[in-house]
Structures are given as C-alpha cells and as structure tokens.
C-alpha cells in the first residue's frame, strides 16, 4: 500500500506571496493532520481535517488554512508568506480521528526569502 | 494541558552499545504514546506505540518502549544500536480531542564506530 504522498518535495516563495501545499493520505484513511517542523519551535500541529470538516485547529493565524476533499486529499494554504513561515510542512493520516496512529508523508520544505 | 518532555537534546552512543532515550510526559488521562525516527530531510517514521495493555511494547528496528505510569515516562531502549540508526527521535502524546499529537523537542542520536 502507498505511503502519504506529499507535493510538491521543495518550495521557494518570496514574502507576501501564497503557497498550496498538497497531501494524499494512505487509501482507506479519511483522517489528515498537517504539522510545521522548525529548528526553534519543533514539531506543532496546524490542523486536522476528518470527512471534509476541520477537527482541531493548533495555535497559528488565520493565514494558515486548509481543506479536504471527497477523496480525502487535503490541502493546505499560507497566505502573506513571512519569513518565520520558512519550515518543513508535514501531512499525517490516520484511518479515522480521535487517538488514532498517525503516518507521515516525507514533508515539503518551504523556505520563504 | 498536555506536554512531552525529552531531556537529552543529543546523545553520542558507539555502535553495538546499548541505548535509552528519555521521554516524559503531562497527560491528565491514560495517555496513548508513540515515538517516531526522523533521518535527515525525510518525514517521520513510527517506530512503536502504547494505548493500553501490556506497559512493554515491541517495535520495529529492534526497538522497545516500556510506558512507567508513576514516573509519567515512556523510554525507548535498544539492546545494540547500529550505524544506520544516527537520527532524530521523537517522542509525542496523542490528545483525547483528536488527532492531534503533541510533541518532545526531539533526541539527536549519533553513533560512533
């Protein structure tokens, strides 16, 4: 069975601009978590999406949202990039929520200049 | 609100010796644990998890955990460490909200011939 699938791999933004990023979980899973790694802060979760609906949301701004569709897929976006945002973005999935294994893509790293 | 704790920021082990990475954890509930391997530039891999039941679990790459509820810790230990296993070691609580896993500030695992 496939693994989380994550893209795209790398990414370069300027500030200000928008960025999608992109997560297909594991077939059969409907849970998707998104976490951003960073050297200072480590690993915080952004949020949870489980049939469509966003079930937790971590302790970021409003500039950080996502989405997820009928087939699961999930996608986050970050607008008004800062340069604080610079991270590696990781997409978890899990068969159903609650506390639920969790399995990680490979990441997209972003770095904003 | 829960908290994960790992005390060891780096740890230096020579191949073949034995290992034990710290984790403690803040967690009103019976908590359901995890640790997850991070190789440099990859995602996160789960290594084994605790939910309930026998407090020494089993996981891959050789690797155990026992879960010491008095002590609010979740040590991970292997017998003989190898080259290939110089990474990053996370340890994380899952909330009772959700799939929300909250994390240590990671071990750095090096391995000296």
């Known amino acids: 069975k496939a693994g989380v699938t994550q893209t795209p791999r790398y990414l370069i933004k300027t500030r200000g601009q928008q960025v999608t990023l992109s997560c297909s979980p594991i077939s059969g899973h409907r849970s998707v978590s998104w976490y951003q790694q960073t050297p200072g802060q480590g690993l915080q979760f952004l949020f949870e999406?489980?049939?469509?609906?966003?079930?937790n949301k971590g302790n970021f701004p409003g500039r950080f949202s996502g989405r997820q569709f009928s087939n699961s897929r999930s996608e986050m976006n970050v607008s008004t990039l800062e340069l604080g945002d610079s991270a590696l973005y990781l997409c978890?999935?899990?068969?159903?929520?609650?506390?639920?294994?969790?399995?990680f893509g490979p990441g997209t790293r972003l770095l904003v200049l | 609100a829960q908290s994960v704790t790992q005390p060891d920021i780096h740890i230096t082990v020579s191949e073949g010796a034995s290992l034990e990475l710290r984790c403690n954890y803040s967690y009103g509930a019976t908590p359901y644990l995890f640790w997850y391997v991070q190789s440099p530039g990859q995602g996160l891999q789960l290594l084994l998890k605790?939910?309930?039941?026998?407090?020494l679990v089993q996981g891959i790459k050789g690797f155990e955990a026992e879960f010491k509820r008095s002590q609010s810790s979740f040590n991970l230990r292997k017998p003989s460490v190898h080259w290939s296993d110089a990474a990053e070691y996370f340890c994380?609580?899952?909330?009772?909200?959700?799939?929300?896993?909250?994390f240590g500030g990671g071990t750095r695992l090096m391995v000296k011939p």
């Open positions: 605790y939910f309930s039941g026998d407090t």
């Open positions: 999406y489980f049939s469509e609906t966003q079930r």
């Open positions: 994380a609580v899952a909330s009772d909200a959700g799939n929300m896993l909250t």
């Open positions: 978890a999935s899990s068969l159903k929520t609650g506390q639920e294994t969790q399995y």
